[in-house]
Nanobody, 122 residues
Framework: VQLQASGGGLVQPGGSLRLSCATS????????IAWFRQAPGKEREGVSC????????YYADSVKGRFTTSRDNAKNTVYLQMNSLKPEDTAVYYC????????????????WGQGTLVTVSS
């Protein structure tokens, strides 16, 4: 099982970025894919999760209305579109997967990507 996160970079406040999580080695449709982030000196927090089995997508309150997660089943890839970025969105973003349903608990995710750094600064 492999997850490869990409798309991070430096962006000004108010700008946008799209992160990608390319996956392989498992049956994509049966797994929930989540995005977490970890800012310097802070604990890892859940950002979003998408699950085909549930037919649902979840977002942290801090990103609702600004971030959108989607999946391309043909490419086994999940995306995180981030708009109206704020300095407090600066963090390393990770994608992770667990079988079936989304969960807010990071230790319930079995596989993780390597992380991609997002820096929001003027």
């Amino acid at each position: 099982v492999q997850l490869q996160a990409s798309g991070g970079g430096l962006v000004q406040p108010g700008g946008s970025l799209r992160l990608s999580c390319a996956t392989s080695g498992f049956t994509f449709d049966y797994y929930a894919i989540a995005w977490f982030r970890q800012a310097p000196g802070k604990e890892r927090e859940g950002v979003s999760c998408i699950s085909i089995i549930e037919g649902a997508t979840y977002y942290a309150d801090s990103v609702k209305g600004r971030f959108t997660t989607s999946r391309d089943n043909a490419k086994n890839t999940v995306y995180l579109q981030m708009n109206s970025l704020k300095p407090e969105d600066t963090a390393v973003y990770y994608c992770a997967t667990t079988q079936g349903r989304c969960t807010r608990y990071s230790d319930e995710y079995d596989y993780w990507g390597q992380g991609t750094l997002v820096t929001v600064s003027s």
